[in-house]
Nanobody
Framework: QVQLVESGGGLVQPGGSLRLSCAAS????????MGWHRQAPGKQRELVAD???????YYADSVKGRFTISRDNARNTVYLQMNSLKPEDTAVYYC???????????????WGQGTQVTVSS
């Protein structure tokens, strides 16, 4: 199957920066889209940013201009650079990967375990 290992979360002051990483491993034939979602207490999970295999990106309006998503296809890793962090960015951040395990199989979405990001003074 597919294992996703996230890192980079933590506590940061408003205006600070963090970089999240998510590495995919396992019996992966190919990866299509990669992305980040987040879920704040009492709120629904929301898409923050995603990136296609060709490098096309999408950002939620709330993070445009502050967050940057990127990927290293050779390492099956996706990153989220978060700058100018605000208290409202506080949430558990989950990476997602669309991967297929065989050349003839369809793509499935896999989720990381989540990493806590807390923005507070």
């Amino acid at each position: 199957q597919v294992q996703l290992v996230e890192s980079g979360g933590g506590l940061v002051q408003p205006g600070g920066s963090l970089r999240l990483s998510c590495a995919a491993s396992g019996s992966i034939f190919s990866i299509n889209g990669m992305g980040w979602h987040r879920q704040a207490p009492g709120k629904q999970r929301e898409l923050v940013a995603d990136i296609t295999s060709g490098g096309r990106t999408y950002y939620a309006d709330s993070v445009k201009g502050r967050f940057t998503i990127s990927r290293d296809n050779a390492r099956n890793t996706v990153y989220l650079q978060m700058n100018s962090l605000k208290p409202e960015d506080t949430a558990v951040y989950y990476c997602t990967v669309e991967a297929r395990l065989k050349s003839y199989s369809g793509y499935g979405r896999y989720w990381g375990q989540g990493t806590q990001v807390t923005v507070s003074s």
